[in-house]
Nanobody, 116 residues
């Protein structure tokens, strides 16, 4: 069965850090572009960051630049999102997506809550 599983979410105080992981089973992430998305209550899902399958180039939405870092570990078949200096507005369910040509797989998400 092909699936993506996110982990690493939780409750953290403003200014804190979390590291999210996206693990694939049933297929290799090597040739997939991977994106992290998030959806806050009452808001549309938005793209946060992505990493290419070819040269490892990365993209970040403006609100997380300088605070989040995406990376991939092909040996472990995972992609991580290191989130530092977290803010309350980062609170959302975070999803990863693997995309290759017209084929995409979504994980079920992990909750990130930033609150004091």
């Amino acid at each position: 069965q092909l699936q993506l599983v996110e982990s690493g979410g939780g409750l953290v105080q403003p200014g804190g850090s979390l590291r999210l992981s996206c693990a694939a089973s049933g297929f290799s992430l090597d040739y997939y572009a991977i994106g992290w998305f998030r959806q806050a209550p009452g808001k549309e899902r938005e793209g946060v960051s992505c990493i290419s399958s070819s040269d490892g180039s990365t993209y970040y939405t403006d609100s997380v630049k300088g605070r989040f870092t995406i990376s991939r570990d092909n040996a472990k078949n995972t992609v991580s999102l290191q989130m530092n200096s977290l803010k309350p507005e980062d609170t959302a369910v975070y999803y990863c997506k693997a995309q290759k040509y017209g084929i995409g797989y979504w994980g079920r998400g992990t909750q990130v809550t930033v609150s004091s």
